[in-house]
């Protein structure tokens, strides 16, 4: 079966940074657009940013939008979340996920037909 599992939360100050990274396996990863999403503690899961299959096109939230980068590395089945200039608001449980067959709009979570656990990262003021 297909499983996702994030890794790279942690503990960081304001203005910090962070990669989170996502290896995944039981489907041909390169066949497949990946998203990053988050959920902070009493809110929505929200859309952060996502890459197609190739790598060559890119998606971001407003919010993170210059300060996080997503980029992939087929050959190892991996995405990552470069994130930078991290500020409080930040704060949630990461997820990765992968978008179902045929998906195009990539900030809708009905997208996406596969997520991992979760990793969390908290930014401290």
């Known amino acids: 079966q297909v499983q996702l599992v994030e890794s790279g939360g942690g503990l960081v100050q304001a203005g910090g940074s962070l990669r989170l990274s996502c290896v995944a396996s039981?489907?041909?990863?390169?066949?497949?657009?990946m998203g990053w999403f988050r959920q902070a503690p009493g809110k929505e899961r929200e859309f952060v940013a996502a890459?197609?299959?190739?790598?060559?096109?890119?998606f971001y939230a407003a919010s993170v939008k210059g300060r996080f980068t997503i980029s992939r590395d087929n050959a190892k089945n991996t995405v990552y979340l470069q994130m930078n200039s991290l500020k409080p608001e930040d704060t949630a449980v990461y997820y990765c996920?992968?978008?179902?067959?045929?998906?195009?709009?990539?900030?809708?979570?009905?997208?996406?037909?596969?997520w991992g656990q979760g990793t969390q990262v908290t930014v401290s003021s």
């Open positions: 996920a992968s978008v179902r067959s045929g998906g195009s709009y990539y900030g809708e979570m009905t997208e996406y037909d596969y």
């Open positions: 039981g489907r041909t990863f390169s066949s497949y657009a």
């Open positions: 890459i197609n299959w190739s790598g060559a096109s890119t």
